[in-house]
């Protein structure tokens, strides 16, 4: 019989709460996240994309000055968030030789890698920073968190572009089921609200252009969407195996029952119009937690409110969950924080854990014609209430690349 | 050219920006290592930052040898003579 893993402590700072608290509270409000970019450089480069979603407390208001210089963006966002979670667990002492971290990023130390260009090619070798492959490298928040919270059993660092948050709780479990762990702190962090990285999405026709209106840019499922708006920030939970959890009398908020990770093979962008490999990854984390279509009341969405990939999410759910579905409440929460990438299936899986936790789903905003062909039960308007009894909320990730990645959250 | 005093007390800024020290631990007979904790890759922004503002060249090999305050300051002043 395979360890169970429960849930013991959330993190989170991103563009609609720089806690969890505040985060779960506006969550349940709807807002937006979403405004237009007060940064010089939108006008210096004229981008065609002028807005996006912020992280609502920078993290310079939590960390100090030096650890602000020597870390990158996304490490400063995955540290804030490892710590709330870590202070959440109420774990005080841990076997740190037993403890790990799975903490990804989609796309590393932008800033810190085109700060340093920018430095090679105006001011030479010379003035370019030693703290540079430290704060540039993907590896860089997972090494940071593993520093700061003296986790010794590993610290892993998965890059499946948007699938990647998720994927590391995938990772988790698979370290704590496997007896390499006891306690994991899993999450995704992602900064790149930086005019290169603004400009490649924008290039690629991914972004929402709604430049006169960022708060109704992010609309999931509905008929006018036009793109993602891009998010930053990053979500941290506490594994732990079951046993781990309650010899020391924790709070548990849930048990994580099952994970996923499949790969389309099919285009480096475009999601597989079938949502084959979507589907694979619902029905294998579904068969990884024992879980029947029935059990699940409640599925926190990937919905980038792209116009390619809100569908194929749609038919993989139909595939997998079958006529239940009509029976599950679906949440779309970049219709309020945007999309943080490498960050979001964290950030998703605490919204999903605290659904589960509260049994009530939060909101979708800027839904307002819904899509025909994707007739989902969209949560709008005011939280839904999940019913009594075991209950299971799934959260769906996937990434450019092809990456499927799923987890499956049950009440305990 | 700064004098002694000048040299500590700028290099003593360039630390605390570094590594949040106060400015006042940094005296001249004060380890680099050993007294103020300061690794290897602190230690070359320091380097960096230092000549800069002193407008000085502090060659790598140099740095090794550069393992007080005091020896700071004084190749500073020396190399800006």
């Known amino acids: 019989m395979a360890r169970k893993v429960v849930i013991t ?3 989170a700072t991103t563009p609609i709460g720089g806690d969890v608290p505040t985060l779960w509270a506006n969550a349940l409000k709807g807002v937006s996240g979403a405004h237009t970019l ?5 006008e210096t480069y004229n981008l065609p994309v002028k807005f996006a979603a912020k992280a609502s407390t920078p993290a310079s208001e939590v960390l100090s000055r030096v650890e602000m210089k020597r870390m990158d963006p996304s490490t400063q966002f995955a540290v804030v968030a490892a710590r709330e979670a870590w202070k959440d667990s109420g774990i005080e002492t841990v076997d740190h030789d037993r403890l790990a971290v799975a903490f990804a990023t989609g796309i590393g130390g932008v800033w810190t890698l085109l700060d340093a260009w920018d430095t090679l090619k105006e001011k030479g070798p ?3 920073l030693p703290m540079t492959v430290p704060m540039l490298m993907p590896n860089g928040p997972a090494a940071a968190v593993s520093l700061d919270l003296g986790a010794r059993a590993g610290a892993h660092t998965p890059v499946s572009a948007c699938a990647s948050g998720t994927e590391a709780m995938h990772i988790g479990l698979e370290l704590i089921r496997s007896g390499k762990a006891d306690v994991v702190v899993c999450g995704g962090a992602e900064a790149a609200i930086h005019p290169m990285p603004m400009a490649s999405f924008a290039a690629m026709q991914a972004l929402s252009k709604r430049n006169d209106d960022p708060e109704h840019a992010s609309r999931p499922y509905d008929i006018d969407r036009d793109g993602f708006v891009m998010g930053e920030g990053a979500g941290a939970l506490v594994l732990e195996a079951e046993e781990h959890a309650i010899a020391r009398g924790a709070t548990i908020y849930a048990e994580l029952a099952g994970t996923s990770v499949t790969a389309d093979a099919y285009h480096i962008t475009a999601p597989d119009p079938e949502g084959l490999g979507a589907t694979r990854a619902l029905k294998a984390a579904m068969f ?13 969405a990937h919905a980038t409110s792209t116009p390619v990939g809100d569908k194929p999410e749609y038919t993989a759910l139909r595939a997998a969950l079958g006529s239940h579905l009509d029976k599950v409440c679906v949440s779309a929460t970049k219709s309020q924080m945007g999309h943080l990438l490498g960050a979001s299936g964290a950030v998703e899986s605490v919204l999903a854990v605290l659904a ?11 839904l307002e014609n819904q899509d025909p062909e994707i007739p989902l039960d969209v949560v709008v308007g005011t939280p839904r209430e999940l019913p009594e009894g075991s209950i299971v909320a799934l959260n769906n990730s996937f990434g450019f690349g092809g990456h499927n990645a799923v987890v499956a959250i049950r009440s305990v | 050219m700064a004098s002694n005093e000048e040299i500590l007390a700028g290099l003593a800024e360039i630390v605390n920006e570094e590594t949040g020290l106060e400015t006042e631990a940094v005296e001249m007979d004060k380890s680099f290592t050993e ?3 300061i690794d290897s890759i602190s230690m070359m922004t320091i380097v960096v930052n230092a000549e800069e503002k002193f407008d000085v060249k502090i060659p790598d090999e140099e740095v090794k040898n550069l393992k007080t305050v005091a020896d700071a300051v004084n190749f500073i002043a020396g190399a800006q003579a």
């Open chain 1, 288 to 300: 990884d937690g024992r879980i029947q279509p029935e059990d699940v009341v409640h599925v926190n």
């Open chain 1, 9 to 11: 402590g959330l993190g």
């Open chain 2, 35 to 37: 007294d103020l904790d």
């Open chain 1, 126 to 128: 010379r003035r370019v």
């Open chain 1, 38 to 42: 007060p940064d010089e450089w939108v």
């Open chain 1, 356 to 366: 589960v936790y509260h049994r009530k789903a939060p909101v979708t905003i800027n």
